[in-house]
């Protein structure tokens, strides 16, 4: 069974840095394309970022595009994404998330069948 373990989140101020990980285990990294998604309190889970099963694609939203970075090192079954210059709008739980490659829409969070249990990044002002 697939499972994902974020790792790196905490309390940051704004206009920091931070660089979560995702440790993915039972089954092979590489059949997987994989996302990173982030909920705020109140708020829907939304998408932050998507990279292929070689890491060779990536894609983001509007909201992270050129602060955030997807990366994956398929040696060692690690999943990142580097976050800078925090603000506190991006204070929230992140999630990482397994998925088929050509399962739909990589953008859409029915598209990932394995979810991790996520990690608090605080971003205080």
């Known amino acids: 069974q697939v499972q994902l373990e974020e790792s790196g989140g905490g309390l940051v101020q704004a206009g920091d840095s931070l660089r979560l990980a995702c440790a993915f285990s039972?089954?092979?990294?590489?059949?997987?394309?994989m996302g990173w998604f982030r909920q705020a309190p109140g708020k829907a889970r939304e998408f932050v970022g998507y990279?292929?099963?070689?890491?060779?694609?990536?894609d983001y939203p509007d909201s992270v595009e050129g602060r955030f970075t997807i990366s994956r090192d398929n040696a060692k079954n690690t999943l990142y994404l580097g976050a800078n210059s925090l603000s506190p709008e991006d204070t929230a739980v992140y999630y990482c998330a397994a998925r088929t490659p050509g399962n739909g829409d990589w953008r859409a969070e029915n598209s990932y069948s394995y979810w991790g249990q996520g990690t608090q990044v605080t971003v205080s002002s």
């Open positions: 039972g089954g092979a990294f590489n059949d997987y394309s």
């Open positions: 990279t292929n099963t070689m890491g060779t694609v990536t």
